[in-house]
């Protein structure tokens, strides 16, 4: 048995097919196929039903992918302590970001990052918290930065900093001359949100039915990403929330209708996450730095209450 067999097995176990697998493994099928085929007569099991399609794991090999996993990690750590011991901070490191944060948050940290880390090869993807938690389980993620807590027992959690909500009110709304803003002056019924999936929606309707109850039967217009809130709120249709970060490159006239909250502020935690195992550790903890010291200039709110990201 070899760790490139427990790689191999792992690879068919999650795209269901030899030849996908052997792709994502930049090995000929055929030589994917003999290994896991040696593996199988080693053990004397057969790990997965061939007669199925897509292909699926037997209930053995059900057991032996769950131990793969906990091995193949393992193995990924000798690597870890050996960069360590050396004082090497390199290599790939996949993180994902969530569309509320990527757009404000990256620009921020990336060239300060890459340049003071030049052998780290990132590869960034925008996801949900949905698509972060299961990548980060499966492996597929060596970190993520999103909104917490999460409350994940396969997950940890490294708060970066919190995120104060801020009002975007427009002109002729009942709240545009409100100087500072109450939680118990919001109403669901009159805001606009992000679409279902976004953990910021979900911190917003959080914060809103804590005081308010909302009415399902109401007109309630929802979008994909916070400008068109923006915009759909200059039109007229309702107020929103904006996260912090994103109302500092806002023209001068539309700062005009950023009303902030009353102390303690509503806010989101943003922590950067990762799996339990710890495996990049050296990596995670230069990210943590480069954007804990980047913040602590961008955010100056101190006495701020946090929401929570997870539906109700």
Do not use: W
């Amino acid at each position: 048995m070899t760790i490139t067999q427990l790689y191999y097995v792992l690879a068919v176990a999650e795209q269901q097919n030899f030849t996908k697998a052997a792709e994502t493994c930049f090995v000929t099928q055929p030589t994917l196929s003999m290994q896991i085929q040696k593996l199988e007569d080693e053990l004397d099991v057969l790990i997965f039903d061939r007669s199925k399609k897509p292909i699926e794991l037997t209930e053995v090999g059900k057991k032996i992918v769950s131990q793969a996993k906990n091995i193949v990690n393992e193995s990924y750590r000798i690597q870890d302590i050996v960069d360590q011991e050396k004082g090497f901070i390199g290599g790939e490191f996949r993180l994902g970001i969530i569309p509320t944060i990527m757009p404000t948050l990256l620009p921020m940290f990336l060239k300060t990052f890459i340049k003071k880390y030049p052998k780290i090869k990132l590869k960034i993807e925008e996801l949900t918290t949905d698509e972060i938690i299961s990548r980060i389980k499966e492996g597929h993620l060596d970190a993520a930065i999103a909104a917490t807590p999460l409350e994940n027992e396969y997950i940890k959690e490294r708060v970066l900093y919190f995120e104060p909500f801020v009002g975007y009110i427009p002109e002729h709304h009942r709240l545009h001359n409100k100087q500072k803003l109450n939680t118990t002056d919001l109403e669901i019924d009159d805001m606009l949100l992000l679409e279902d999936g976004h953990c910021f929606r979900d911190g917003v309707i959080n914060l809103c039915k804590a005081f308010k109850t909302q009415n399902e039967d109401q007109f309630q217009l929802e979008s994909g990403s916070i400008e068109t809130l923006i915009k759909l709120s200059n039109e007229g249709l309702g107020m929103t929330l904006l996260p912090y970060l994103h109302t500092l490159d806002l023209s001068d006239t539309a700062k005009q209708n950023l009303h902030y909250f009353n102390e303690p502020s509503p806010a989101r935690e943003v922590s950067l996450l990762y799996h339990k195992s710890e495996l990049k550790m050296q990596i995670i903890d230069a990210m943590h730095n480069v954007i804990s010291g980047i913040i602590r200039g961008a955010i100056k709110f101190q006495n701020v209450n946090i929401v929570s990201p997870l539906p109700k």
